[in-house]
């Protein structure tokens, strides 16, 4: 399935859920309660597996369960499953906040799950708490400690706050001299909700990686949206997602269907195109998903 520019689109991500534990600062207003309990209007695992499904007919490969946070999402399990075994999806991953996750882990692994993405903004136990509003950072590591045990492949997803973790970038690169692990130092974005904090607290993460002693801003690849430095000595990668960067959207090969049905081609954009009446019509779904996949813009601007 290929895009108005030629890219080849084939990697989907499902936010299967709004619903999460935490209240992470630049995701959740103050006075966000838990959301755990809170009925939401989402549709049916049906129709989610519709969604897998002719999504897989039409070259998508690799598929991402999201959220909101995807392990409060009751029927995980049964669509990594069916995504993997009866889509026979060449990729299927989660992004956790890695709470709850340990004891799930066997079950998810055995499910088809192929790889996790975890999200750690600190590791100093009050800062951690800080930025999520009272999580455990044990917890968490204790998730990142288990999917090293059970050979999941792992990425970090660390969001840089000014004034807040930008000390910690050479604490968080030390991980990667004992654990083959990705880890990637991600921009704010000043999209959905934290269009205000990004204001206040928005570093400049390209600039402040390549200013350490030990990073080459020249020695570098590039994969998918993602610029991963050549630094010696270390089992694992470290690199940045930077929306902001030139050239971010030149290789994009994602689309996002949300909770409630609607499929979104840019992360970065506020547009989202209902999904619903199109839902179990195999043959309308396809020529209708042809025809969006048109609209999909070559990049998008950051205010």
Request: aromatic residues 10%; proline residues 2%; negative net charge.
């Amino acid at each position: 399935m290929r895009d108005s520019y030629s890219r080849e689109i084939n990697y989907l991500k499902i936010s299967l859920t709004e619903k999460c534990n935490l209240r992470c600062v630049y995701c959740k207003d103050e006075d966000n309660k838990n959301e755990e309990n809170v009925i939401e209007d989402t549709i049916s695992v049906e129709d989610f597996k519709f969604l897998i499904k002719n999504f897989a007919q039409l070259g998508i490969n690799k598929i991402k369960f999201v959220g909101g946070e995807p392990l409060l999402y009751p029927y995980l399990k049964e669509l990594i499953h069916f995504a993997k075994y009866e889509c026979n999806m060449k990729d299927v991953s989660i992004t956790t906040n890695g709470q709850n996750f340990c004891e799930n882990a066997i079950d998810l692994k055995e499910s088809g799950l192929d790889r996790v993405n975890i999200s750690i903004d600190s590791l100093k136990e009050y800062r951690y708490k800080g930025v999520t509003r009272g999580a455990n950072l044990s917890e968490v590591l204790n998730t990142l400690n288990t999917c090293l045990r059970l050979k999941l492949p792992v990425k970090i997803n660390c969001v840089l706050i000014d004034e807040f973790n930008t000390d910690e970038i050479y604490d968080f690169i030390t991980l990667l001299k004992y654990n083959n692990v990705d880890l990637r130092f991600v921009e704010l974005s000043p999209y959905g909700k934290n269009k205000d904090f990004y204001k206040d607290h928005y570093a400049n993460v390209e600039e402040l990686v390549e200013n350490l002693d030990i990073v080459n801003k020249d020695d570098y690849e590039i994969e998918s949206n993602t610029k991963y430095y050549n630094i010696k000595n270390l089992k694992g990668r470290a690199g940045i997602i930077c929306p902001s960067r030139p050239n971010f959207c030149d290789n994009c090969n994602k689309i996002m269907i949300t909770h409630d049905g609607f499929i979104r081609l840019c992360f970065f954009a506020d547009e989202e195109i209902d999904l619903k009446n199109f839902l179990h019509k195999p043959i309308m779904f396809r020529e209708a998903i042809k025809e969006i996949m048109t609209e999909k813009q070559k990049s998008h601007t950051l205010v």
